[in-house]
């Protein structure tokens, strides 16, 4: 008696030999990498080496000239933002990105924006709260008034209102207090633990190392390094250029 063979699951994400051109340079030179259900993946690097350029061409708010991106098996290369929003991506931007005028919570109805169902988006909306309960706290001040770290939580916890299959972070600690900084990890440590499979663009490398199961390294728009986050870690390359340490 034989048993069938399982075919593995398609990755979350997968992106090809991705080429982004940006302000008439070639930002990112053939970029390829994986996402895998559930993982949480870190894209570390040296500033200006491409990787918020990368991020924004996944989430389709930068055009990209060659290769290919597919989130779990559909081709979402020419896709519109909202589109890929609708199939299962969120983006939390650099610099959070936050509707300073509106309230938190209409900026948490927002990021459910494309849903209709009212008793899954309260669910939701009452975890983002569990999450974050300091925007429970202020559910009806506006976004504007909040501190760094607060628009942080705020712009996590309305991508988080789409119920996303996979979140871009980039940069969530910059800027931050180190107190903070701490709590922001913990809540993405948190959210891969309940599932959500994430892509960690981080100025702290080690602290992204750290809490990830895989890694890539970016140097002038190409992957120089990959592999998992504690084998990144303790590499004396990675150690020297990115850590601090010799």
Request: charged share 20%; proline share 3%.
């Amino acid at each position: 008696m034989s048993l069938a063979t399982q075919t593995p699951s398609a990755p979350v994400l997968q992106v090809t030999d991705l080429h982004v051109n940006y302000g008439g340079i070639q930002a990112v030179k053939g970029v390829s990498l994986e996402v895998q259900k559930g993982q949480l993946v870190a894209l570390i690097g040296s500033n200006g080496a491409g990787k918020t350029t990368t991020l924004n061409a996944l989430a389709g708010t930068l055009p990209f000239a060659s290769g290919s991106i597919h989130l779990e098996s559909v081709g979402i290369g020419g896709m519109g933002a909202w589109d890929i929003v609708r199939l299962g991506l969120a983006m939390v931007p650099e610099g959070r990105g936050v509707f300073t005028r509106m309230s938190i919570l209409e900026n948490l109805q927002m990021g459910a924006y494309l849903r209709d169902d009212k008793a899954g988006i309260e669910e939701d909306l009452q975890s983002v709260f569990t999450t974050f309960p300091r925007l429970k706290e202020r559910a009806h001040q506006l976004a504007g008034t909040l501190s760094g770290g607060e628009q942080q939580m705020l712009a996590m916890g309305r991508a988080l209102m789409s119920r996303p299959k996979l979140l871009l972070l980039d940069e969530p600690s910059m800027g931050l207090s180190p107190l903070m900084v701490d709590k922001i990890f913990e809540v993405i440590a948190d959210i891969s633990k309940k599932g959500v499979s994430i892509l960690l663009v981080e100025q702290n490398a080690q602290r992204a190392l750290l809490i990830a199961d895989q890694a890539y390294v970016m140097e002038s728009g190409s992957i120089a390094y990959s592999g998992s986050g504690s084998e990144l870690l303790h590499d004396s390359r990675i150690k020297a250029s990115y850590l601090g340490e010799t």
